[in-house]
């Protein structure tokens, strides 16, 4: 059997984090490790109890939470932002921050469910459209 994905739900609105966490919590393949309001506590939380995916719903949490892109253990965290606007500022911003995933605000369960477990393996996961604006922005 393989081992379960940990994910630390850190969001800032509380009916969001409750509802991924539970979504989450649901799958077999999943293991929330924590689920709190953005905060670096629960991000050395995070950290500490070996989470391989950290979901956020605002680049400014990832920002000021200062989210390493390497853990001390020599893991690497990776990070999913949820409910984000279509805009081609933010999204850009958040690659640059290293968020992984990005998913739009009209994602459904399944998407947010999808864009979790892609980033777990290492991918990285954002609307195709979005997609197309960083071949161009590469370009």
Do not use: W
């Not at 509802?19 to 953005?38: C, G, P, Q, Y």
């Not at 253990?73 to 911003?93: K, N, P, Y």
Request: glycine share 2%; net charge negative.
């Amino acid at each position: 059997m393989e081992a379960k994905i940990r994910v630390a739900v850190l969001c800032c609105n509380r009916l969001l984090r409750e509802s991924i966490a539970r979504i989450l919590s649901k799958k077999t393949d999943f293991e929330v490790s924590t689920t709190h309001e953005n905060s670096s506590p629960a991000l050395s939380e995070a950290v500490v109890s070996n989470t391989t995916v950290v979901v956020l719903d605002s680049i400014q949490a990832m920002t000021s939470l200062g989210v390493p892109s390497e853990c001390p253990t020599g893991r690497s965290l990776r990070c999913v932002l949820i409910a984000m606007e279509d805009d081609a500022d933010q999204f850009l911003t958040a690659l640059r921050n290293g968020a992984l995933g990005y998913v739009l605000q009209d994602a459904s369960a399944a998407d947010v469910v999808s864009a979790v477990k892609l980033v777990a393996q290492d991918e990285a996961v954002c609307a195709p459209h979005l997609t197309r604006l960083l071949f161009d922005y590469v370009a």
